[in-house]
């Protein structure tokens, strides 16, 4: 539960002037391009809150690893008579810091001194230990969790996107780099960087620039291979099934790259039945939803599963473990034919 010493980092960086680090500030979470982006604006922030100019402030930084109590305590109760009236520390990777010194921090945490701000970089801060509660009274806690890949990194792409590279990027086409791309943010933001190198002025990045223009081409392939096999169209899903193993990638790996799309595809067919079974209407929609579909996609994979039909549905898991096992030494056939067949698997419709 949030205090008023807690805060999100992107409720901070948005508004870091409601809540100005001191005392202890721990900088917390998994996701390290937010830890870096808030370690990066801090300095800013408290100069400015300060009256001083933003780059007033130069932080002593240390790795919390090799670090001893004595050196950093000296750097924050040092003062320069005609330095700026506050000491900034930061220790990156403190939990060894935390771990050798825990008692002396809680101590000092408990009543840190006035003009100097010790910032403690973690991967994790857990909320049941008695330093966490110290700077939770007497500090500052901002938390840098993942964000959540179908609703919170989609909008994250589409403000930076605006706010920090001049660009507007379609909902669907956010949601479409974080389905390519990953979930890592410092990479989505490289990403990000380089689209705006493509983008025509006032004219919003779509899907097809996304698709163009982001990951890898073998990324990139696999994708649009996916989109021909649900589609119907066998003969460009042969074709670009044929440039990603004649490039050198591994059948097992186009499988498993594949694999995703339609296993949810196939969870999909299984709640719809079982909807059935249980005498409710079925909501194709929110079976897609359900099954891990990001809401920008769902009118599209909602008529691929239509055209897919739901007996070759009902097959998808089958037919992929039995792939899986002959890609794996099972059968005597060439990998590339075993994945050419499975393809044509769902190009033929079903018979009746």
Not at 76 to 103: H, Q
Not at 115 to 139: A, C, D
Not at 239 to 249: A, I, T
Not at 342 to 352: E, G, N, S
Request: hydrophobic share 45%; net charge neutral.
């Amino acid at each position: 539960m949030a205090t008023e010493n807690q805060i999100s980092a992107l409720d901070w960086l948005a508004h870091p002037e409601k809540l100005v680090p001191k005392g202890v500030c721990a900088v917390f979470g998994e996701e390290s391009f937010l830890r870096r982006t808030v370690l990066a604006k801090i300095p800013s922030v408290v100069a400015q809150s300060l009256q001083e100019k933003p780059d007033a402030l130069a932080p002593a930084e240390f790795n919390g690893s090799v670090v001893p109590w004595k050196e950093v305590v000296e750097e924050l109760t040092t003062f320069s008579l005609f330095g700026p009236p506050c000491r900034l520390v930061i220790l990156n990777n403190a939990e060894d810091f935390i771990t050798k010194n825990r008692e002396l921090l809680e101590k000092y945490a408990a009543d840190p001194v006035e003009m100097g701000i010790l910032v403690l970089e973690l991967k994790s801060f857990p909320t049941n230990t008695r330093l966490f509660k110290l700077v939770e009274g007497n500090g500052t806690l901002i938390s840098c969790k993942p964000l959540n890949e179908k609703g919170e990194l989609p909008a994250w792409v589409c403000e930076t996107a605006k706010k920090k590279y001049k660009f507007t990027i379609q909902p669907s086409a956010a949601a479409l780099l974080v389905s390519q791309i990953g979930t890592e943010m410092g990479i989505l933001d490289q990403e990000l960087s380089k689209l705006a190198l493509t983008v025509e002025k006032d004219e919003p990045v779509t899907e097809v620039q996304v698709r163009q223009n982001s990951g890898s081409w073998r990324t990139q392939t696999v994708w649009t291979l996916v989109d021909c096999i649900l589609d119907g169209r066998a003969k460009e899903a042969l074709q670009y099934l044929g440039q990603l193993l004649d490039s050198g990638e591994a059948p097992i790996a186009v499988l498993a790259q594949i694999s995703s799309s339609l296993r949810r595809l196939a969870t999909a067919v299984r709640l719809i039945e079982e909807d059935e079974r249980m005498g409710r209407r079925p909501d194709l929609n929110a079976a897609l939803t359900t099954a891990g579909v990001n809401r920008f996609f769902l009118q599209k994979t909602a008529a691929q599963l239509k055209r897919l039909g739901r007996e070759r549905g009902r097959k998808l898991l089958p037919w992929l473990v039995e792939l899986d096992f002959h890609l794996k030494g099972e059968s005597a056939m060439p990998d590339r034919l075993l994945l050419e067949r499975f393809i044509l698997r769902l190009m033929v419709p079903a018979k009746k």
